[in-house]
């Protein structure tokens, strides 16, 4: 197996030819944040969470896409990026519409778990309120994007995993949302298989199965445990 040798936080890590950054992070114990990552899916780059400096970069670089090169040296902590996570996540509480009281995920939610590690008890900026529409077409699941954050695990994980591309993305900027089908209700598409698998990898309540509370919700620790096997800062364990 080739290695590369980098240095991170000033200690010096051996990683595997090909692993990013956050992998070499990860098979060292420290911890980089990430939201829209899931081990075992493709890496998408989307949140920006996972943001480290690189000496000799001019700009941030995102670790989960970023491969590890030889001799490179990496920070993960610094005032920096403190500062910009903190901001990211402030960022996606106000551009829809988190009102965790009422939430299937309050207590398990992967976007409020991180606030609270991040240290986010308030945000700056203004809250959005967006209008979006909840699909609940569907005889099992719901479709709440007021609560999604565009991590796209819910999308990876219908054509990666169970193959059946009912989930998309559409629109751009502030109007990019997951869409069913061709932009038709949840329902109403055919290739759903039902599944499941987008309700269980769904970060916050975005997705979720009807008739469920919160016990219910927490079953889906068991498969996120399953696709995040071997990975040693399994969110849940928090
Ligand atoms: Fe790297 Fe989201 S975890 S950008």
Not at 21 to 46: V, Y
Not at 51 to 57: D, K, N, T
């Amino acid at each position: 197996m080739t290695v590369v040798t980098l240095t991170i936080n000033d200690r010096l890590i051996s990683a595997k030819k090909g692993s990013t950054i956050l992998e070499a992070a990860e098979d060292a114990d420290i911890f980089i944040p990430t939201l829209c990552r899931l081990k075992g899916l493709s890496p998408r780059g989307g949140c920006r969470l996972c943001l480290v400096e690189v000496e000799g970069s001019p700009r941030l670089t995102a670790s989960c896409i970023t491969q590890a090169q030889e001799g490179m040296v990496v920070r993960t902590e610094t005032e920096t990026l403190g500062r910009y996570r903190r901001m990211i996540i402030e960022l996606l509480l106000t551009e829809r519409n988190h009102v965790c009281a009422v939430c299937v995920m309050n207590g398990r939610c992967e976007l409020q778990r991180m606030a609270a590690r991040l240290g986010v008890d308030h945000v700056r900026y203004e809250y959005r309120y967006p209008d979006l529409a909840v699909d609940a077409s569907h005889e099992r699941h719901v479709r709440d994007p007021n609560r999604c954050i565009l991590c796209a695990r819910c999308v990876r994980v219908c054509d990666e995993v169970e193959g059946a591309h009912t989930l998309d993305m559409m629109g751009r900027g502030i109007h990019t949302n997951v869409i069913t089908g061709m932009n038709i209700p949840w329902g109403k598409t055919r290739s759903c298989t039902s599944c499941g698998k987008c309700v269980q990898v769904c970060p916050t309540g975005a997705i979720f199965s009807k008739g469920t509370g919160v016990a219910e919700m927490e079953k889906r620790q068991d498969f996120l445990a399953w696709i995040l096997s071997g990975r040693d800062d399994n969110i849940w364990n928090w």
